[in-house]
C-alpha cells in the first residue's frame, strides 16, 4: 500500500508536468494587435498598429499581384480589419506561426519601412509601417499650398532657388513632426506633440522669414500626415540650405525634462549611403549638381562619402550652435549633441537636425509647451543658433555671403 502511494504521487506529479509542457508548447500570446489606422497622402499609404505590449515583425514584399506582408510575432489580431485607401487595395489576415499575418495588397511596386514606437502619454506601444509609390514627388497640393507670400508668413515648402543663384535668400526648411493619424507623444494633461511641434515650427520659420537674408519654409502647414522620406523631398525641392525637425520628447519617468538636439549617426549615413547607390540611376542630384548615375561604383562611393562627411559635420556645428542657445531659455537634458539614426536626418548632402524641444511627459514641460509665450522663446532660442551657424557659414551665391564678403570686420546689413 506504501508503495502504491508513493507511485500514486509520483504519478500525479508527472502528469501535472506534462500537462505544464503541453500548456507551453502552444502559441504564446504576447500582444494584441488593438486597432490598425490607414493614412494616404499622394506619396503612399501609412499603416499602424496599436499593440498592446512590443512585438517583434517582419515585413516584405511579394509580386504578382503586389502584396505587402507584415508579420506580427506571437500577437493575435482584436480589431477589425481598416477599410482599403491609397496604394492599398485589399487588406487580409491569418495566422502566421505563433502569430498575426497581415497582406495588404497594393496597385503597383512599392517601397516599404517600418517602425516601432514606444509608448508616450497616453499613447501605447504602436507599429509604424510605411508603403512609399516610388518616384512620388509631386509638389504639395493646392489644400497644403501657402495661401501668402508676405516674408512673414509661414509658407509650405516649393521649389525656391537653384543652387547656382546670385543673391538668393538661404533657405530652412523646418519640419513639424508627427501629424494626423500619427499624434506623436501627450502629456498627461492632453497635450498632442504633433499640435505644439507645429506651432513651434510656425514661430520658427516666422522668425527666419523676419531676418533678411534669409527664408523659413514649412513641410507640413497642418494637422496631415507627411511619410518621412516626403519630408526630406520637400525640403529638397525647395532647395533648402539646412533641414530642421522639430519634436517634443517622451519618457515613461515623468521626473524627466529638458531639451536635446540630435544628428545623424555614423551608422544612420552608411545605411542611408548604400540606398542611395543602389538606386542612384533615380537618385536626385546632389547638392552642387553633382550626378551620381553617370559615375562608376568606386567613384559614386567616393563622392557619397565626401557629401556625407561633409554634411554630418556641418549638422554638427549648426546642432551645437542650437544647443547652446537653447541652454539660455531652459533646463538642457543632454549637454552634447547626440547621435542617431532618424530617417528625417538622412539627406546626405543637406546638415541636418532634430531638437525635441522639451519633454512632454513631463508636467512642467508640458504646461510651457502648451503657452504660446513659451512656444516663441524656443522658435527664438533656434532661430538664434541657426543664424549664429550661417554668419559664420554662409553658402557662397547668398546674400549673407555677398554682404560678409563686402562688409567684413562690422556689423552686417541686409535690405
Known sequence: ?????????????????????????????????????LASDENGTRVVLDLSAPAKHKAF???????????????????ALPAVEGAITQVRSGKHDNGVRLVFE??????????????SGEAGNRLLLEISVPGAVKIASAAVAAVSTSPATPIAIRPAHAPTDSGRDIIIAVDAGHG???????????????????????????????????????????DYFIPHRERMLRARRAKADMFVSIHADAIANPEVSGSSVYVLSERGASSEAARWLAERENAADLKGGVKLDDKDAALANVLMDLSQTASIAAS?????????????????????????????????????????????SNRDDERKLATPAHRQKLANAIFSGIESYFQGNAPDGTRLATARRGGAGGPIELR
Open 1 to 37: 500500500m506504501m508503495e502504491q502511494g508513493f507511485l500514486g504521487k509520483h504519478l500525479a506529479l508527472a502528469l501535472r508536468l506534462a500537462a505544464c509542457l503541453a500548456a507551453g508548447s502552444g502559441p504564446l500570446i504576447a500582444a494584441e494587435i488593438r486597432d490598425i489606422r
Open 61 to 79: 514584399l511579394l509580386d504578382s499581384p503586389h502584396r505587402v506582408v507584415l508579420d506580427v510575432a506571437r500577437s493575435s489580431l482584436k480589431t
Open 106 to 119: 497594393v496597385k503597383g511596386p512599392v517601397t516599404i519601412e517600418t517602425h516601432n514606437v514606444a509608448p
Open 180 to 222: 494626423g493619424v500619427d499624434p506623436g507623444a501627450s502629456g498627461r494633461r492632453g497635450t498632442r506633440e504633433k499640435d505644439v511641434v507645429l506651432e513651434i515650427a510656425r514661430a520658427l520659420v516666422a522668425r527666419i522669414n523676419r531676418e533678411p537674408g534669409m527664408k523659413g519654409v514649412l513641410t507640413r502647414d497642418g
Open 316 to 360: 554638427m556645428t549648426a546642432a551645437e550652435s542650437v544647443l547652446l542657445s537653447l541652454d539660455r531659455v531652459g533646463e538642457v537634458r543632454k549637454p552634447r549633441v547626440q547621435q542617431a539614426g532618424f530617417i528625417v536626418l538622412k539627406s546626405p548632402d543637406i546638415p541636418s537636425m532634430l531638437v525635441e524641444t522639451a519633454f512632454i
